[in-house]
């Protein structure tokens, strides 16, 4: 591939897991809005939100470090778009890839939540201390589980660390113990990669007030918007990718595809209305004390072949 | 009976079915119910210019400005809105019932602050002798209308009363000093009137 | 003293659970104002409100509902209010803070309801409690000035009202 | 940017300032989110950082210890921006007037900080969700003319 | 510790709606510390309220904080009608009865909706909302505002509700039964819920009485009081209801008892109108003598208490509000400390803290303050005087 | 002895060891002689080694040679890739040591010895990593161990200087205890090697080392030569200070910034993996029982120092504790016995002695600066040392195996080749080292918040916020940080040129457990994921971004106060009052209270 089928299939890529992000966006809120006896907003208020952050004022705390502050929400959506770019070419070629993608994208995906620490920090703000601090714990809980899941994933398509090979062995893990397990584990770590209730004690509102994000604004705001769009984007495809089989290219395969895709955010939209928000310590213990253990058997039942 | 969790799939689901709860307000108009204290409105008709309501309003909401310079002397009664809490005293302690009300209006949003205004405008009655207020045109007829008969021992309001019925010619305006016993068949004020009773009764 | 009260009302007799709960306090109490089945009022001496608290505080149901302070000639008047269930009998214990420094005990240490009620009286009447755990400003705001005391009777509402805070500055202008 | 000027009426933020109110206004400001009244149909949401808002929706009556902060969070709020004030006592202190821990009021303490503040004025006591409602898009269309 | 770090719940909170400034001075995530700085909200009423007469200060009362605008001018008007020793008409005490125990419903659901909101659980802030609602509108139709009732008047009340509108209230409020049944199984038994609140901010029966608790925090501390019991006031007496005491203290026994207290208040009502007898409204109030005396209501927060001194004029000498946060407030120092942010969040968030009413004006105006008096006997005297003056002018 | 001079090993063994005898003479009269010699010597072995990279293996004529129970032990050198590039790595270590150390002035007079040491250690690292035979490794680490005794030394002067009334303990005596027994172990099994090659014809024979062909199966030689390994590996994880043989290293938590780099920064990782590394594929054959034994000891280190250094509120402590980490990496990757292990183990030493011996440089500017190495006595330096920042970022990054720096390829391949095991164990080592990088990555984020982002304290001493950064501060911090990321971005040609050969090299048996012909395994062919077109493609979408928001906004920016919800603090700029400054410390205390956890988590 040259480098213009490169930063095309990356700008593409991009693009593309913005629009899903954004509509996906929408729908959660739609959803939740109907759950809870209300209207809910007009499909296209996503795009308005980010046009009319991008129109405003940017402020900059006089306590932040202001290079990183502003340029943090910016890193971590290009990291998530590397990764969208990846997954899609391991979802649509899965000629393409490499060995090793599949903890490529895992380490790609610690960017967003870092960038998003950084900015925090380097925003001076007290708030955003405590949020940061909270959402790398979070990130310390969540990683374990998670590898967990992703490694049964692993186990499953041959040892192969290769994204793509998973979806053309298209092994289905969801028709083994340890593979449902590890669904279900990577799915609440899912949650709470996407920062939603119960996990979303970095921007926990009514304790922090936003956290991490309090002093944000105007067009970085707008950037981070759009990182969460394209991570909401991003998390149900990999689970697809490395659990559930892929997409395969026929029509009832696309339908499949979608399908599972609007039930993995539904699923996200519902654990988030119906749970209240977790303590943090309560969430470590969770999962390393709940859910860890859990996936460890997932390993050892896939590794015995389960 | 413990059902973690059912109870409230079974809810969500009934509200996803049932519909949205919300109101379709700005699209369809709203009518508060009765007896709702929205904007408060002076009664062009009824009000008698009393300032009963000012005196009630816990908010000092109503202004009275009482303007003797101009021809003919006026007294205005302004509701600020901005500043009105909509408890509805000056409604009950109006003098006459009817002459200030709440109205259902409940959107009164503006940019302009000046806009929050209801105001009416009252003829006064001037002492002839000192020049100082003696009550609104409206309220003195009023006061004269309730008292019947009795009015008669008050030639201010009989005098008022009259002279919007045009039976009565006003005196001149010329006041002679020192207030003397004839001038009491003027158009005075308390003060004034107080003042010649009292020169009656103790003399120089 | 407060003048109106101590015309209008003769003592009561000590009478029922309010009778009880009065005459527990022994000889700290001056006078008894009220004395009826759900209410009581006496004024007790002012240099032994703390005595006085420790006793209320240990009595069966006791909870100290608030404090009043009410500027009177002689001082501030602090009323302490004592309620106590089931029964539903509010006593008030009165304290005269009298003297060029307006000076009484405080019981806040004892009764940590006390706390706050004695920083406000502090803070709007001028009443010290000495022995005070934590007597920092509450109610009135930073830019209040010391010794200005609003709910005292020579302070008038608009014509003594304090100049207003500073605008905060805005940070320099610089651009990045 | 006639586009940015539809994103931003579709896309109005709220943030809830209160200046010593008594909490009716805060609870009927609350009251906008629930199901009955839904202002996310417009794309209004409260937020919880000045930072992120177009709207600061002014209660309360703007008391001395408030006024200073409330001049600091407008200065927070990233233009343009409009400030609702709601209610009697953020009109004009309503029945608060002439109490002597009063600030100089909601609109003379934002004008202070910025003479071309647009402030919208919400009477109400409280005033009807339905009022604020009515608000909202008197502020949205003038938003139209900016 | 040389350094403390700390971390401010408001002045500007996002949902607490007023305006206090917590300070949580933190070792980690655990708060080690709890101060707090109030003054935001205190708007000093007491000096505006020499130029209001004891027939305007309910209004002022009202605002001392919205969601107990019908208790603070009650337990304003029970202290007077002492003083002056009124008899009230009982269709007034039963119009009472319903007005307040409306308010509680209201009260509570919102509480247990921004209890909800506190813990990211928007679900049930949204549904308890939503289920508050026919109480909004019920309350709109009794007394013609949704918040601010101006309906209570010394000697009775100001309007009274007709028949037609005593059914739609019952009808209204009644038609809420079944949901918020659901929606207290559904906070009651909540695994998750259990975790976030159960053992959390726990107030021991001690800690309750040190501190003066009242209302749903002391009875969640196992303080059994309740002024409508003790001292029964309105209509309270005339009707069959149960106060709810637990003893654990903790977050989750507050949102229980304002949960089975929000029914209980369904019974009240429905009770309350079925009833409630016909005649007057309003006794008639000649003038306020000279006295003092307490008036104390149970508002839905605890109870609020009054006390108030007469010399007889038309002004109130001394007005002294104690409102139920104003004690149940500092109760943080004994349930806050060692635990951690979100914790400490929720439990000050339990004692459903107001700080307008901790804040609250004193209505304290002394009678040597030179006012106009009008009673009769002095506007004879003021009459004469001023016949003096002039007399001695000319 | 005229062969010295033409012995391309022992020639600068000898400069080193006279010039460092020198240094130490001349330490009180011309301190800045010390490091200028050492930057001079560094070069010099730099040029020694160069031409030796790549070529066939060098052995020179022993010096001399000694016939003890028929055993001839040889003073005897032999030079090949690993070795020679181990020993330029020491060199130009410690040339930029010598570099950071003008920028870095000195406390005490005494610390002029502490080049003769440098120098000295440089001599015993080239007889190590250039012995023929055992006998002058031996001799080589004996030296290295003197040296890093009398630096510890400078350390606990140090800081019972600093610390004169908490008389806080520097753990001097441990680290005493742990290197003395350690050696033993290498002594003990250098005697057991040795009575193994008293017999003739055993491929040991004359403590011989690095003989090509001669790879044997640890178990040729029954219990003994288990026995034999396994002192050998505790020798070296001591060294390395790999749990639970770590607890000498924070004894160096006292010492300045220049003695801390090179103490567990470069020296002994550098010479610890080689002797395991040499030990490993050159000597003995290590059978399953001792890879996963290895691995265990890597997982456990990863684990317990990556909690350790969660809990330290000690810069210098917590950053030993981080490096210690990285040291389960290299033995967890070696361990598991495949090529892409060695292969990544040996690329994670690089990079590791890279970014650890840059964060130690930043200790020590970070400390001066703040005027104390309590990580809560510090912060708002981003402002006052922006170089240094963004070099400590990029040295948190790499240590914390964010892509695209060097730290995550090598992490990579060694996760790899845990997993190309296709065991549970591996499985079980992959999931601890992913963990570990998590932990590291806490770590860091507590560092990097708390010295440079957050409110600085108001209490700063006045000498310290006069330390400014400097050319020779910076420049040996720049340079790692390019090669951070240059051995990041373009990790194939580093790979293909260094340490492949270096791997084969060593390792002639084609039969043995290392295979070097996955090649490929390596090697990214057609993917996208290569981690310079990832960066390039990061950088498009930052840029992307960036102009799009300046686009749309057209640089509205404006500079207003935080926001402390409404609150302004104490005085009119609201930014300094200290009560909002968020310490660092605190970030993970919620960890003390999770049971484990726990245990780890003691200071």
Known sequence: MDAFGIIGTYIAAAVGTLAIGLFLRWFDRKATAMVQWRKGPPWYQP???????????????????????????????????????????????????????????????????????????ASGSPHAAVGASREMKLILSYELPFFLALLVGVIHSD????????????????????????????????????????????????????????????????????????MLAVMPLLLITVFWGGLTATPLGIAAFIGKYVLLVVLVTLIRNTNPRLRIDQIMRFFWFGLAPLGIAAVVLAVLGW | MRKPKLRELKEAIRAVFRGPYTTKYPFEPHVPPDGFRGRSEYNEDDCIGCKACAEVCPALAIKVEDDTAADPPVRRLTIHHDKCVFCGQCELNCTVETGVQLTKTFDMATFDRSELRNSIEHELVICQSCGAVVGTRKHLIWLAEKLGAKAYANPTLILTADGSMGLAEPFADDVAEPLARNELMRILCTDCRRTIVIREVWGE | MSEFVAESQTPSPLEGYVGEILSALGDAVFAVEQCDERRGFARIDPARTVEVARKMFVMDGARFVTATGLDVRDGIDVLYHWAFEPAGVVVTLKALAAGPDITLDSIANDVPAANWIEREMHDLLGVNFPNHPDMRRLILDDSWPEGVYPLRKDFDQIKDRPPLPAIPPAPEEDLI | MALMNWALRKSLWVYHVNTGACNNCDIEVLELLTPKYDIERFGMVLVGSPRHADVLAVTGACTRQAQPRLQEAYRQTPKPCVVMAIGACANAQGIFTEAYHMGAGVDVAIKAVDPDAIIAYVPGCPPKPEAMIAAAVKAMELIKTL | MSHKSMISIGPFHPLQEEAEFFQLYLDGERVVDVDVRISYTHRGIEKLDESKTFDQVPFVVERVCGICSASHPLAYIQAVEEIAHVKVPERALYLRTIVNELARIHSHLLWVGLAGHFLGYNTVFMWAWKYREPTMEALEIATGSRVNYANCKIGGVRRDITDEHLKMIDRLVTGTRGDIEMLTGAVIDDPVLHARLKGVGVLSKADAYAYGACGPTGRGSGMPIDVRRDDPYAAYDRLDWNMFVEETGDVFAKAKIRLLEVLESIKIIKQAVHDIPGGEIDAKVENIPAGEAIGHVEAPRGETFHYVRSDGSNYPVRHKIRAPSYNNVPTFKASCIGADISDVAITLASVDPCYSCTERMCTAVDAESGKEMFDFAQLVKLSQEKTERIRKQI | MLGIWEDMAAQPILIALVFGAIVWLSSRILPLLGKILAIAVGIWVILCCAPIVGAAPMTFAPLASFDIFGVTLKVQFTIATLSSLVAIGVASFIILIAAYSFGHPERDRREGKFYAYLLWSLAGACMVVWASNFFVLLIGWEIITIMLLLMLNIARKNNSVEHPQTRRKTGFTRALIVMVLADACLLLAIILMFALSTRPGQPLHNLALACPGRHLPVDQFGWTGYTVYALLLVAALARLGAVPLHLWIPAAAGAPAPVLACLPGMLNKLVGIYLVARVTLDVFAPDTTIQIIMMVVGALTIITAGFKALAQHNLKRLLIFDDITQVGYIVLGIGTGTALGVIGGLFHTANSVIYGMMLFFMSGIVTRASGSDDIENMGGLARRLPITFACGIIAAAAISGIPPFNGFVSKWLIYQATLGMRSGMGVAMLVVAVFGSALTLASFVKVIYSAFLSRPPVDVPKSAMEVKENFWTVMPMIVLAACCVMFGLYPQSFIDSVILPAVADVNMDASGALVYADRAMTTATGGLWNPSVAMGLILIGIAGGLILSWILARGKVRIVRPFLSGEMGTDPDGANDDRFRIRGTGFYETLRRLPIIRMFMKQ
């Open chain 1, 159 to 230: 040892w192969s660390l290769q994204l793509g090979q998973s979806s053309v062995i298209g092994v289905v893990p969801l028709y083994n113990i340890s593979g449902v397990i590890a669904m279900v584990l990577a799915i609440i770590a899912m949650q709470a990669k996407l920062g939603q209730v119960p996990f979303d004690i970095a921007e926990a509102e009514c304790e922090i007030m936003s956290g991490v994000y309090a002093e944000y604004s105007g067009a970085p705001l707008a950037i981070i918007f759009l990182g969460k769009a394209m």
């Open chain 1, 47 to 121: 795009i308005a939100d980010v046009l009319k952050l991008f129109s405003k004022e940017t402020l900059v705390p006089s306590t932040a470090r202001r290079t990183g502050f502003l340029i943090a929400p910016a890193i971590g959506l290009a990291a998530s778009a590397l990764v969208a770019a990846i997954l899609w070419s391991a979802v649509l070629r899965p000629d393409v890839g490499f060995v090793g993608d599949l903890i490529v994208v895992v380490y790609l995906l610690l960017i967003p939540p870092l960038m998003t620490i950084f900015g925090g920090l």
